[in-house]
């Protein structure tokens, strides 16, 4: 017999990993971006109806916000987020501080590392938790009220 809630939280854990690294990636471009002084927006392809009635793939530009900014003492200080959540990047450590923009680039790749070895699999259960406390109840909302 498998067990569903397992396999449940194996796939939202999965998940986490990909839609968070993939996130920290994007930091990191955009950080690159920052650094040289020229922007950077995703750009995708978005499925539309065009003017003729077919189907056309346009490019879709979105502004990416960035989890970092200038303290009131000249430093600058980042956080990890994933949604609107902010997720500790160690025990009890939200934010992330430097006197440079260049210093959040071994920040961020050892983040990405960490993600894809599975060490902020623990940052998960604190966001699954939090959502709780706000109302959502996660695995067992697919089975009902017991």
Do not use: N
């Given at each position: 017999?498998?067990?569903?809630?397992?396999?449940?939280?194996?796939?939202?854990l999965?998940?986490?990993?990909?839609?968070?690294?993939?996130?920290?990636?994007?930091?990191?471009?955009?950080?690159?971006?920052?650094?040289?002084?020229?922007?950077?927006?995703?750009?995708?392809?978005?499925?539309?109806?065009?003017?003729?009635?077919?189907?056309?793939?346009?490019?879709?530009y979105?502004?990416?916000?960035?989890?970092?900014?200038?303290?009131?003492?000249?430093?600058?200080?980042?956080?990890?987020?994933?949604g609107?959540?902010?997720?500790?990047?160690?025990?009890?450590r939200?934010?992330?501080e430097?006197?440079?923009?260049e210093?959040?680039?071994?920040f961020?790749i050892?983040?990405?590392?960490?993600?894809?070895r599975?060490?902020?699999d623990?940052a998960?259960?604190?966001?699954?938790?939090?959502?709780?406390?706000a109302?959502?109840?996660?695995?067992?909302?697919l089975?009902?009220?017991?």
């Amino acid at each position: 017999m498998y067990d569903t809630a397992a396999t449940i939280r194996g796939i939202r854990l999965a998940k986490f990993r990909d839609k968070l690294g993939s996130a920290l990636k994007r930091q990191y471009d955009l950080l690159e971006k920052a650094i040289q002084g020229r922007t950077f927006s995703l750009v995708t392809m978005e499925r539309a109806v065009g003017d003729s009635g077919r189907i056309e793939e346009l490019p879709y530009y979105r502004q990416l916000k960035r989890w970092w900014w200038k303290t009131a003492d000249d430093q600058y200080a980042i956080v990890i987020r994933y949604g609107y959540h902010r997720l500790p990047f160690e025990r009890g450590r939200f934010v992330y501080e430097s006197d440079t923009l260049e210093a959040f680039k071994p920040f961020l790749i050892a983040q990405m590392r960490r993600v894809e070895r599975g060490e902020l699999d623990w940052a998960y259960d604190l966001y699954m938790s939090s959502r709780r406390i706000a109302g959502f109840s996660g695995v067992s909302s697919l089975y009902g009220s017991c």
